[in-house]
């Protein structure tokens, strides 16, 4: 029995929403999964915390093509959406997930809805990948220094054997 199936439950059906049950009398696990997921994904608490959420906007490929977009400046919606195969809807939700991350800020002008990037929006992003950055760089930094002493010290071995090998022949 699979993990879902196990935490969905068997048999007593009492209680259980339609959402659970067509997940339950769903067959193979990739249907199982990609339903428990949706489910999930709509169910779950949203999250409160700052980088989460820039971090949650930036994971998909869409809306970073968007960021990369506005980016050249800003952009009415139907502009933005042109190059992606998907709905109207499906673009504002991928605007609406970058809106309440901070990144972008929408604003109706007349007829259009215009988009355009936050300058401060990456800012908490930033700062947290910054203080990785430093910390890798101090350790390749100590590698590059370590590698050095390391060939020197070896060098200057080979050149003294190399001279005792040299005074040993005459």
Same mark, same amino acid.
């Given at each position: 029995?699979?993990?879902?199936?196990?935490?969905?439950?068997?048999?007593?059906?009492?209680?259980? =929403?339609?959402?659970? @049950? /067509?997940?339950?009398?769903?067959?193979?696990?990739?249907?199982?999964?990609?339903?428990? =997921?949706n489910w999930l994904?709509?169910?779950?608490?949203?999250?409160?915390?700052?980088?989460?959420?820039?971090?949650?906007?930036?994971?998909?490929? =869409? /809306?970073?093509?968007? +960021?990369? /977009? +506005?980016?050249?400046?800003?952009?009415?919606?139907?502009?933005?959406? /042109?190059?992606?195969?998907?709905?109207?809807?499906?673009?504002?939700?991928? @605007?609406?997930?970058?809106?309440?991350?901070? +990144?972008?800020?929408?604003?109706?002008?007349?007829?259009?809805?215009?988009?355009? +990037?936050?300058?401060?929006?990456?800012?908490?992003?930033?700062?947290?990948?910054?203080?990785?950055?430093?910390?890798?760089?101090?350790?390749?930094?100590? @590698?590059?220094?370590?590698?050095?002493?390391?060939?020197?010290?070896?060098?200057?071995?080979?050149?003294?054997?190399?001279?005792?090998?040299?005074? =040993?022949?005459?």
């Open positions: 029995m699979s993990v879902a199936r196990e935490w969905l439950g068997e048999g007593d059906e009492a209680g259980v =929403t339609s959402e659970a @049950l /067509r997940i339950r009398r769903c067959r193979g696990d990739f249907h199982l999964d990609f339903h428990l =997921t994904n709509e169910n779950m608490p949203p999250t409160t915390d700052t980088l989460s959420t820039i971090f949650a906007a930036l994971a998909d490929p =869409t /809306r970073r093509a968007i +960021l990369a /977009r +506005l980016a050249e400046g800003e952009a009415p919606v139907g502009e933005l959406a /042109r190059p992606f195969a998907m709905s109207g809807a499906a673009i504002s939700k991928h @605007l609406r997930v970058l809106a309440e991350a901070g +990144l972008i800020e929408r604003q109706v002008s007349a007829r259009w809805r215009i988009c355009h +990037l936050r300058a401060d929006g990456l800012h908490d992003a930033h700062e947290w990948l910054e203080a990785y950055r430093r910390h890798w760089e101090g350790n390749l930094d100590r @590698l590059v220094e370590f590698v050095e002493r390391t060939h020197a010290a070896g060098a200057g071995a080979d050149a003294r054997g190399k001279a005792k090998d040299r005074g =040993t022949e005459s």
